[in-house]
């Protein structure tokens, strides 16, 4: 059972992740009052940047930009199959350190100076996302995402303001606006296209198929805090994936970018007030 | 499923234009001619763009930069010349330091006329263009063969 879910995964998370990604271009255009690309767009570009010449800037990148991808399947994968969802956390932060990597081995200036910022991102997300495997552990008992999807009620229930924090700094992992420092889906950012500046064709495209499985990976975070033992809370989750998706869009479009002195405070805020709170009381009660 | 035509990424550099025609580009992202509905990204970086935009004549600063900015551009790529400076020099031409049309210092595919040229012509162009695009994509599949 828990194998199917990995080869789920592993085969139909970049084609969920690109749909989610050509949905998200479309909501974002009605927004704007646009009428917005085909659906499918995101596979047309997909297709297009590998049919393109690959500029090697040098022999590291591309296999940085390869290791972020296998990396982030890992990790996925280990969700997937309910293993340790603390191990899941930490592999994600290390696949970013590859995706770092790639971004600092090239000598474009905007790359690296996107490479610092997304370290300076991975610092302002990193404490809440550990709060979260800790308030998971405080509510179930168990660090295995087979025991939280077990338990007899919602995590949701138990950690309500881990939840709202983890909506916020999930807007710096999926690259929406105001936190998209180091890069941006968005055309014209002040540094080019941050740590993408200097990756070209089949590069590109898997850097884009990495980041389709790092979405369907959050949401499948995301998922954990409403799947229960009952089936229908899987549907549930379903649902509030869709809509946390889509409060993420639209934050995308009501916000401007910030500077990274009020993300790496407020991210620390955030988690100080909604997860240390919400830990507090769960040690308190539990 | 892997046409070049089906998303297109453009890049838009102003050699020396007096601004008309960079508004008249930049009215082309706006909700009423939405470029985006055929896929199109108005990008900031050579390396992932297809089609180079360029509006203005050429002179001699941005003479270097022009031809950075083709040579950086992964193929196919082809380039447009948006309005008459761009095509020939246009009312410029005569200027000390204007080379003349882009054409002077990399080949271009389709020129736009107009000043300024209008956002439906510079749709139609970029259009034409993909035409090109495809052609070229597919004589270099026939060249790795
Ligand atoms: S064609 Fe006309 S509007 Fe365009 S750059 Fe030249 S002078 Fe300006």
Known sequence: MNVCFVIAYLLFAPLLGGLLDGTDRIISARMQRRKGPSILQPFYDLGKLFSKELIAVNNVQFLLNLSYLVILMIAGALLFFGADLLMTLFILSTADMFLIMAASSDSSPYANMGASREMLQMMAYEPLTLLIAVGFYLAEGSFQVSDIIDAPVSAILWMPGLFVGFMYTAAIKLRKSPFDLSTSHHAHQEMVKGITTEMSGPALAIMNIAEYYELVLLLGIFSLFFINSTWWSWIVAIIACGLVFFAETLWDNVSARVKWKSLLYSCWIVTLVAGGVNILILMLIK | ?145
């Open chain 2, 1 to 145: 499923m892997n046409k070049v035509s089906k998303s297109p990424w453009l890049l838009h550099y102003d050699a020396s234009s007096c601004n008309g025609c960079d508004i008249e580009v930049l009215d082309c992202l706006t909700p009423k001619y939405d470029i985006e509905r055929f896929g199109i990204i108005n990008t900031g970086d050579p390396f992932q763009a297809d089609i180079l935009l360029i509006t203005g004549g050429v002179n001699s600063q941005t003479e270097r930069v022009v031809k950075q900015l083709y040579s950086q551009m992964p193929e196919p790529k082809v380039v447009v010349a948006v309005g008459i400076c761009a095509c020939t020099g246009g009312i410029f031409k005569e200027c000390y330091n204007i080379k003349g049309g882009i054409d002077t210092v990399i080949p271009v595919d389709v020129y736009v006329p107009g000043c300024a040229a209008r956002p439906e012509s510079i749709i139609d162009g970029v259009m034409k263009a993909l035409k090109v695009l495809d052609e070229k994509q597919k004589a270099m599949k026939e060249d790795r063969r």
